[in-house]
């Protein structure tokens, strides 16, 4: 028997009812916290909607099952961030320490980049990332590098070869 989505409450009939945006299925004492809805509307506009999507996702999904499962001896596909830079993990430190070798002070640095010195307190604490522009601005006057080269991590996502483990390896079949 079929239960009253609001209340619980288990009842022969359930009447369709939409309740602050939600479609329920309520019972006589609970239809009342929203307008009913036609069932003959709503049914084939459902059916219309529900035949369309579901024969989509499934399309989608297997299309992207078949793809993810052949590609694992493809290269993976290329994005925006493989052309990012990604900041080296030490850039504080690399920024101190170049900073420190010309003998400049932090307010000296911070005029020299147009920049205030808040901002270069901030990056050798490491409470902040350095923007794009900062970035290229303190490795020019510094001549220092604030990025890490992607190699190990480009080999990390390259799909490997033999060295990749598939489902099929981990699971062991029933016959």
Do not use: H
Not at 14 to 42: D, M
Not at 125 to 146: C, Q, T
């Amino acid at each position: 028997m079929p239960q009253c989505e609001m209340c619980g409450a288990e009842q022969a009939s359930l009447t369709t009812t939409k309740v602050e945006g939600a479609e329920l299925q309520l019972c006589e004492n609970c239809k009342g916290f929203g307008t009913e809805v036609r069932t003959e509307s709503t049914s084939s506009a459902s059916t219309k909607y529900s035949t369309s999507s579901s024969g989509k996702s499934s399309s989608s999904s297997s299309s992207s099952t078949s793809s993810s499962s052949s590609g694992g001896s493809r290269r993976r596909r290329r994005d925006m961030f493989d052309d990012m830079d990604e900041i080296a993990g030490d850039y504080d430190d690399r920024i101190r320490q170049a900073r420190e070798a010309d003998g400049l002070s932090q307010e000296d640095l911070a005029k020299k980049l147009n920049e205030k010195a808040s901002l270069i307190r901030k990056l050798e604490r490491g409470d902040i990332l350095p923007s794009d522009s900062v970035r290229k601005k303190l490795e020019r006057k510094l001549d220092i590098s604030l990025t890490e080269g992607g190699s190990d991590e480009d080999a990390e996502w390259s799909g490997g070869g033999s060295t990749t483990t598939t489902l099929g390896d981990v699971v062991k079949r029933k016959d």
